[in-house]
């Protein structure tokens, strides 16, 4: 690991002014040479400690936004909106009782990320801007698309854990779990540039598939700082909830996951649903056969088990990652009777 200065920000506007630049950007610096950037720690910073150590990432300052309180509460807004500090950890998300209470999915999808010792220490903004986990990408011996590169190793290699839908040009899959819930809740990232200016876009736009950015996972730009994830306010009748699947009861990404969210009128009629899978794609990615096939239906195993059908109709799996179809079917279904269940 190269040397590099460490600089802990009191307030915004002093990590604004530290003039960072974003992970993708600065990965961009040939290995081995030392940055000239400074680029942002979130906290624990595992991701990005991962990436200086295999020698992908190599900034000249790691700018701390650990001090900066206003960037670690949870807070509800008037009308029931909540908004979520990039700086809030996993383990303080799925503890939180408003979380708990209205939006189940997210509650559950933090509960269930990484290990115990890591989720006290992760924060929901590095969680969502972490980058890839495949091991090309990671290696500092295959120069892929993603870096540069000429060519996605994944489609002839080793892809069992790759995507099986959108991989147009890359076959990453999105490294946040948090971010299937949080897609499937309409959840909104705001974000503070260098001059203090603010925008929000919807989280499911921020994200980018390869076919719009083949160097980025998202539409952070450089001197840009993820200040709070923003919940609308839950409508009356919805329940949601979120299932994974790993090869490990124990620490491990998943092979799948996936987030549910259905309205339902006084009748038990969904008026509404949103079905997101993770592990399935570059980005979070929207099941619409599924939401589809329970919009106006009254929830139940046969309604649950065609709208599992169709959330994997159009899937397009790698050599080695076919299992992954009956694995979602089966995990479509049971998120959305568990969300339809819920009282």
Known sequence: MN?????????????????????????RTPSGQPGTNAVILKAGGVDLLD????????????VNLRGIAELGRIVEEPGGALRIGAMVTLAQLAEHPLVRARFTALAQAAGQSASPQIRHVATIGGNLLQRPRCWYFRSL???????GGGTCFAFAGENQYHAIFSHQGCAI?????????????DAKAELVNARGATR??????????????IARENDLKPGEILTNVILPSSKPGMRSAHLRQGELDSFDWPIADVAAVVEMDKDG???KASVVIGAAAPVPYRARGAESALTGKRISEDTARSAATAAVAGAAPLSK??????????????????AASQA
């Open 173 to 185: 899959v999105h490294p946040s779990t948090a971010a299937t819930a949080l897609v499937a809740l």
């Open 269 to 271: 009629i969904c008026r």
């Open 51 to 62: 990436l200086m150590k295999e020698g992908l990432l190599t900034p000249r300052r790691v």
């Open 321 to 338: 990652n076919a299992y992954k179809l009956p694995v979602f079917e089966a995990l479509v279904r049971r998120t959305i009777l568990s």
């Open 3 to 27: 040397r590099f200065e460490w600089t802990s920000a009191g307030d915004l506007a002093a990590a604004l002014r530290a003039g960072s630049v974003t992970v993708a950007n600065a990965m």
């Open 200 to 213: 929000v876009v919807a989280l499911e736009a921020f994200f980018l598939t390869p076919d719009k950015d």
């Open 141 to 147: 011996h295959h120069h892929c698309l993603r870096k």
